[in-house]
T-cell receptor
Framework: GDSVTQMEGPVTLSEEAFLTINCTYT??????LFWYVQYPGEGLQLLLK?????DKGSNKGFEATYRKETTSFHLEKGSVQVSDSAVYFC???????????FGPGTSLSVIP | EPEVTQTPSHQVTQMGQEVILRCVPI?????FYWYRQILGQKVEFLVS????????KSEIFDDQFSVERPDGSNFTLKIRSTKLEDSAMYFC?????????FGPGTRLTVL
């Protein structure tokens, strides 16, 4: 079945470090791909998305590129801040009306 | 980003009691969803709701669960007889521009 795999956490980085969170997916067809973020005590917020191969989603300094050939959607940020501390979920959506399939989440802690 | 609000933010109940979780998707949308997240675990799909009918449900969504859009605005998830293992965060989501937008969640604690 369809699934999303993410790198295991927790990830701890110093402020201004480079961030990569790996995400790969298994799905037939051409799903849309998403990163959602969950800040402590809050709900799921859409961070960025990409709907077709080679699309790059970006928001708040975060980027991810939809790589069909490697079935990946890795999240990157050049310089993390303490305020980026959160849990990051990679997710896919097969068709517009379908359910979202989430990865297990990666917890990020950024220390000053 | 389309706004979704949920009430209550936290619900504590005794095992065997009924709970109703509410979602208010502002503006007109046809597709709604419920998900849950047991503490420290992944977000799981429960049910999707289209045009006032269930369109898909997961194996988690058994006879103890039901969904309604009683007044055309609120969207509710009812658990008839709660179990300890129902303790989780419950998220409502709505579909807009091919993206699901989530509410802040309701934390359900079953004692």
């Amino acid at each position: 079945g369809d699934s999303v795999t993410q790198m295991e956490g927790p990830v701890t980085l110093s402020e201004e470090a480079f961030l990569t969170i790996n995400c790969t997916y298994t799905a037939t067809g051409y799903p849309s791909l998403f990163w959602y973020v969950q800040y402590p005590g809050e709900g799921l917020q859409l961070l960025l998305k990409a709907t077709k191969a080679d699309d790059k989603g970006s928001n708040k300094g975060f980027e991810a590129t939809y790589r069909k050939e490697t079935t990946s959607f890795h999240l990157e940020k050049g310089s993390v801040q303490v305020s980026d501390s959160a849990v990051y979920f990679c997710a896919l959506l097969k068709t517009s009306y379908d359910k979202v399939i989430f990865g297990p989440g990666t917890s990020l802690s950024v220390i000053p | 980003e389309p706004e979704v609000t949920q009430t209550p933010s936290h619900q504590v109940t005794q095992m065997g009691q009924e709970v109703i979780l509410r979602c208010v998707p502002i503006s007109n949308h046809l597709y709604f969803y419920w998900y849950r997240q047991i503490l420290g675990q992944k977000v799981e799909f429960l049910v999707s709701f289209y045009n006032n009918e269930i369109s898909e449900k997961s194996e988690i969504f058994d006879d103890q669960f039901s969904v309604e859009r009683p007044d055309g605005s609120n969207f509710t998830l009812k658990i008839r007889s709660t179990k300890l293992e129902d303790s989780a965060m419950y998220f409502c989501a709505k579909l807009a521009t091919d993206t699901q937008y989530f509410g802040p969640g309701t934390r359900l604690t079953v004692l």
